[in-house]
């Protein structure tokens, strides 16, 4: 029996080449959230039409991608596969993934395109349906010339006829992967490599229908997209909030906490597994670097602690990782509107030495809480062997955040 729901491969297998940033593109801070998150949460957001998500990703950020998803409760929605060296060998990977699920319709779209909104969909499913395939695009806005390797122009094609691509590009999921076996047999004869599904249909011989893009849902490709990216979100933003605030509004909360140090327990600050003797004790991780950074976020935005959020009577956080509790309270807070400006921290610990771990910890933290690097600042400090941090009872952690309304 064929399933009515759309099914959607997300491809974000890619490197990012031309963001020249140091990880995969779609991994990035955008406005309190990884980019990559942005896309799949609209996706979610779309409702009944749309059925299984399949992720595509780079095998490297698998384990933090399926963190992401597990996170935001999402685990029942996606299904994430490892990618390949091309695009269109991610998008293979995805069509393999939703084999024998009986969909009719497919929707490929591309993770680094995060600001589609639930219309543009809806209009892309419908056009689908009634033509056979709907490729997101809209009109070019600038005159394109065909130039020469040495920069002379060649040919003038009249703008009327040109679109620019987006994606979704939506087709007969039994189609696609059709066209996608016939583009096996001559992929190898071919000096071209596809860049879109479109492309991969056009050369199976199939009609490609073109459906009203958006000029919004831009794909995020070089440093500057990401600066249109946020304004174009912003702006979004401010229209929601618009009737609840006139100006920004800033709040500093601070965190505290204290662990006892025992034998037999790994020793985890900042995600970080760190060599030592002893560990924290405690009914999560006891990473008591993050307990103190979310207790500081939570009490930023007035919202109580950790224990009010995560109990630890609740079985359910018996040695959870810290850092997909961190996950959630970034989440918690964002619903409520509140940005994450920048975070102080210092861990009181006679010993081991902390230096050669603080980088780490600075990269868990802001990709858990889908910031910059910048915005973390993580120190370490003895207290000259007094107290019970100097005679290695236990450590303690402090931290203090400045949240920005949206
Ligand atoms: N082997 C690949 C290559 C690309 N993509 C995905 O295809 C989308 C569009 O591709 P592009 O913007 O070119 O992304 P990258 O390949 O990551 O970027 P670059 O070309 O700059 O390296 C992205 O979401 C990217 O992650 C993929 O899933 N698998
Ligand atoms: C599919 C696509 O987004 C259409 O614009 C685009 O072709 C994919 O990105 P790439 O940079 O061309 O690989």
Redesign the pocket.
Known sequence: MSNEATAVII?????????GANK???LLPLYLKPIIAWTLEGFIQVGQEIGSIVL?AHKDDLAYLQGLIDGNGWANRVELVE?????I??VQRGLEALEGKGYQWVAVH???RPLFTPSLIARCIEKAKLKGSAVASVPVKDTIKEASSEGVVTRTPDRKGLYAIQTPQIFSYPELVQAYKKLEEIKNTSEVIPTDDAMVMEWAGHSVFLALGDYENI?I?TPEDLLIAEAILQKRHDLVGADRRISKENRVGLGYDVHRLVAGRDLILGGVHIPYEKGLLGHSDADVLLHAIKDAILGAAGLGDIGRHFPDSDETYKGISSLLLLQKVAQIVEKEQWQIQNIDATVVAQRPKLAPYIAEMVKNISEALGIKEGQVNIKATTTEGLGFAGTGEGMAAYATVLLQNR
């Open positions: 491809v974000a297998a890619g490197q990012g080449k031309r963001m995969n593109k779609v595509v990618g390949g060296s091309e695009r060998d991610s591309d993770g680094a794909k490709t």
